[in-house]
């Protein structure tokens, strides 16, 4: 279902990067044709948000398919890396950067021009693109959006009730969980480093896809819907982003002990 383009609102014109694991997801494949972006995007697209999104970069004048990332391409990077010594070893250490580096270049170039950068970092999927991106965000005093949701293993608890009478099944799965490690995260709390980072208004546990379905069109179930059906979110993004177009998000100043205007959020009125 396609919805109609907002001509008003204050996030018209405004350009929005997606920020969030993508190399040690379940599936990239998955991610990319069903995640999370896609329907965030499909949400600011009816705002008239400009959508950066490191799955679907954009065109660079004059360099044909410049930083494109497809699951070829990382393969291919990373079948070429090892920690040999000497000049053979060296030389293919620094053929998998340079690969790698017009990724790295257009990605953060998107965070560079974006307004803001709504970013979805759940607490047990090892990422460095993610925090590289939020750090450059934030340098430049732009808000960034940070979503951290529940993080449990159903599936989990039922194996471990499957091996109860099972004493050498129970003390190998006890043995995989220190070494991958398998570590719950149930209220959603990031990591406190982030926290003076992005300002406490700007942390959300989830994206309340649910009460939007029917209004965007979203018919097919994805994982994240199963997720938010078990851990409903307290604050979710999208009512956030919803009223983010009517007026601004102000902040909260412990030395005034009220809220305030943050002038992290400069959105350019550029009429032609």
Request: proline share 7%; with cysteine.
């Amino acid at each position: 279902m396609k919805r109609k383009t907002s001509k008003t609102g204050l996030l018209r014109g405004a350009r929005v990067y997606l920020s969030g694991p993508m190399d040690f997801v379940a599936s990239r494949a998955s991610e990319k044709k069903i995640g999370w972006r896609n329907r965030v995007s499909d949400f600011l697209k009816a705002f008239g948000v400009t959508i950066f999104d490191p799955w679907y970069k954009p065109g660079v004048r004059g360099l044909y398919e410049y930083g494109r990332e497809d699951e070829k391409s990382v393969q291919r990077i990373r079948q070429g890396w090892t920690y040999a010594g000497g000049a053979r070893g060296a030389k293919a250490r620094a053929d998998c950067g340079a690969q790698f580096r017009e990724t790295q270049h257009i990605d953060l170039r998107m965070v560079d021009t974006s307004d803001f950068t709504i970013s979805y970092c759940p607490t047990n999927i090892y990422s460095v693109g993610t925090p590289h991106e939020i750090i450059m965000a934030t340098l430049q005093h732009k808000p960034v959006l940070f979503v951290s949701p529940a993080v449990t293993f159903p599936t989990l608890q039922e194996l471990r009730e499957h091996l109860r009478n099972d004493a050498k099944g129970a003390a190998l799965l006890a043995r995989l969980e220190r070494e991958v490690p398998v570590r719950e995260n149930p209220r959603g709390i990031p990591s406190l480093w982030y926290l003076p980072l992005i300002g406490g208004e700007n942390f959300f546990d989830g994206f309340g896809f649910a009460a939007y379905r029917k209004r965007c069109g979203w018919t097919e179930e994805i994982p994240l819907d199963e997720h938010e059906r078990r851990h409903k979110p307290q604050r979710p993004l999208l009512p956030f982003l919803e009223k983010l177009n009517r007026r601004l998000p102000r902040k909260w100043d412990r030395k005034l002990n009220k809220f305030v205007a943050d002038d992290d959020w400069l959105l350019w009125d550029l009429r032609p």
